[in-house]
């Protein structure tokens, strides 16, 4: 039906005129298709209400606050604009809600509630590594900026926080365990230090001992 702006009588008609927006719930024909509840179908003179958007399409909430918005009213579109790029439950949102479906895998933009198997959480990205200069924690389901005190260590390499070394690797400056310390370094038990302590000041192989091996007795003053 549509209102006969002459009469103010209302014309029960097939279809709205070519200019005119079908508001479906209503069963009406209007000028425009402002009102805030209600979203407009992308490509048709379609108006229904926030409920009723109907797959494919996703719900675009327009916000006044974001410059060069895609759309500048309510809509119903095939695809979520680069303003509002996530998919949650079929709302178009800036980010995934940090409550219910907060994650999205990297390189797509549908949220959900869970990373699924072999990936990790990396803010609100599930990802299958982490990025570089991040720690995959202890637990190796999260990427963190720092390893914390109940798994200091890393392995070089890795980046994922452990416990304690491994018998085969030191303990280099910023808790990284390495397989050999590098050229200025001293290896001090499982450790590489600056320079040896007094109590193992002979050096052999750039390692530090409380004296010389067997097989190499004689030792000279060197400055370490």
Do not use: W
């Not at 949650?88 to 409550?99: A, G, L, S, T, Y």
């Not at 390495?178 to 600056?194: A, F, I, R, T």
């Amino acid at each position: 039906m549509k209102k006969n702006s002459d009469t103010n009588a209302i014309e029960c008609v097939l279809k709205c005129d070519d200019d005119q927006f079908y508001y479906e719930n209503q069963r009406v024909c209007l000028s425009n298709c402002e009102d805030p509840a209600h979203f407009k179908i992308q490509g048709t003179q379609i108006c229904i209400t926030e409920e009723e958007c109907p797959p494919p399409y996703f719900q675009y909430a327009y916000d006044a606050t974001i410059e060069n918005s895609s759309y500048q009213s309510n809509m119903c579109v095939k695809k979520c604009p680069t303003e509002k790029p996530f998919d949650d439950n079929r709302k178009c949102v800036v980010i995934c809600p940090q409550n219910g479906n907060k994650y999205h895998l990297y390189g797509e933009t549908n949220c959900r509630s869970q990373c699924p198997e072999k990936t990790v959480i990396d803010g609100d990205v599930c990802t299958s590594i982490c990025p570089e200069k991040k720690f995959l924690d202890y637990f190796g389901k999260e990427c963190i900026n720092e390893c914390d005190s109940t798994a200091p260590y890393y392995v070089e390499g890795v980046n994922q926080c452990i416990k304690k070394c491994d018998e085969s690797k030191y303990l280099n400056e910023g808790n990284k365990c390495v397989s050999s310390c590098s050229e200025n370094k001293y290896k001090v038990g499982k450790s590489c230090e600056d320079k040896c302590p007094e109590s193992k000041n002979f050096v052999y192989e750039h390692e530090c001992l409380e004296e010389c091996p067997h097989d190499f007795p004689i030792y000279k003053i060197v400055k370490i």
